[in-house]
Each structure stands twice: as C-alpha cells, then as structure tokens.
C-alpha cells in the first residue's frame, strides 16, 4: 500500500503526490484527521523569525529533490511541506525550526541519501492531528494567530494535545496568488474530542 499517493484534496492542486489522511470529523472550527506513518526527508534552521528559517530550510530540501542526493535522482515535488515550531520562543534567542516535505511514493522505502550532511530522513508516525485552515500566506504573525485562536478553541472543548509544537503547514508554491491553503496541526494525545462550536 502507498503510503504518499494521489488525493483529490480540493486545496491541494500543485502537486502530483499529497498526503493523504482520514478525515475523523469536522467542526466549525477545526478538522480532526488521522494520518498514517510516512517518511520524510527534513532539515533544521535556526532563525529568529519562522519566515526566515523557513526560507533556508526550504532551498535545502528544493536542492534535495531536484538532484541533490546521491543518484542525482530528480523528484516531483511533494505536498504539503510541514514546518515544526515550537511553541515556547524567546524574543532574544532564536528557535530551531524542523522543515520535510514527504518523500514520493517512488522513494518512501530507500530514498537517495543527501549529499548535504543538513538533511535527513524522518519518520512521521501514524497520528491524529487537530488542524485549522486559513488562506493567504503562511507569516509568523499569521500562524501564530491561528495557532491561538486553534488552541482557545481546543481549550474551550477540553481536548487534550502535545503543547510543546505546533506544525505551520503549507500547500502551495510561493508564485501562487490567488486561493492559497496553509493549516496549523497540533497532534492530539489521548481521547479524541469533536463537539461543535455553540455559537453566541
């Protein structure tokens, strides 16, 4: 069974391989799904701002799949690219930002090594994650608004989540404009919860 194959996610139209999932339920507010183990090829860049470390981490693993391992093996490019944060940051010391892009179907068993010695191979292991969608572009400012208005909502319910990271998730190239999908994941720990929102 591929683990990485063909989705028909609405929000996921740039890419030939996304990640698939099982949507558990769906709420106003958020989705709860479940996602099997997959393997990743990741890189970590310290920077003061997401943006930044983001940015370098991103050319790293572009480089990877476009020739940058052994074999010279060139790679479609992958959907979505998780970058993990954690959710403890100092104004003053810069945080260690973890970036992966799923590696293709083709490549999930014995990927080509990299040939920079800042890149490896991550496993992601089977999950349920609580997830909120918004549009635009994936800033610091952004995800970190909906990462709050994520977990005030997660609160509200009484769901019980890993505090200590969250995942800024993003779908699209940065040459799209119009219509673009970035979700914050945050990985349930224990009994799943899926109330709908009561609305004032």
Not at 28 to 40: A, F, K, L, M
Not at 137 to 155: K, P
Request: glycine share 6%.
């Amino acid at each position: 069974m591929l683990l990485v194959s063909y989705t028909n996610s609405s929000f996921c139209t740039e890419s030939k391989e996304c990640l698939e999932y099982l949507l558990v339920c769906k709420t106003d507010e958020y989705e709860v799904r479940h996602y099997s183990p997959t393997r990743w090829v990741s890189t970590d860049a310290e920077a003061y701002f997401m943006g930044v470390g983001a940015a370098m981490a991103f050319r790293r693993l572009f480089q990877y799949i476009n020739g940058a391992n052994e074999g010279g093996f060139q790679m479609e490019m992958t959907a979505p690219v998780l970058v993990k944060i954690p959710e403890e940051t100092r104004m003053w010391e810069p945080a260690v930002y973890s970036l992966g892009f799923p590696l293709p179907a083709a490549y999930q068993e014995k990927p080509p090594a990299p040939t920079s010695n800042k890149l490896y191979f991550s496993e992601m292991p089977e999950m349920d994650v609580y997830v909120r969608s918004y549009g635009g572009w994936m800033l610091s400012v952004t995800s970190r608004l909906h990462a709050h208005l994520l977990t005030e909502e997660l609160g509200r319910v009484g769901a019980s989540y890993n505090h200590s990271y969250h995942y800024g998730v993003g779908y699209d190239s940065p040459l799209k404009l119009l219509n673009r999908h970035n979700e914050v994941w945050y990985v349930s720990e224990g009994e799943l919860v899926f109330q709908p929102s009561s609305h004032h």
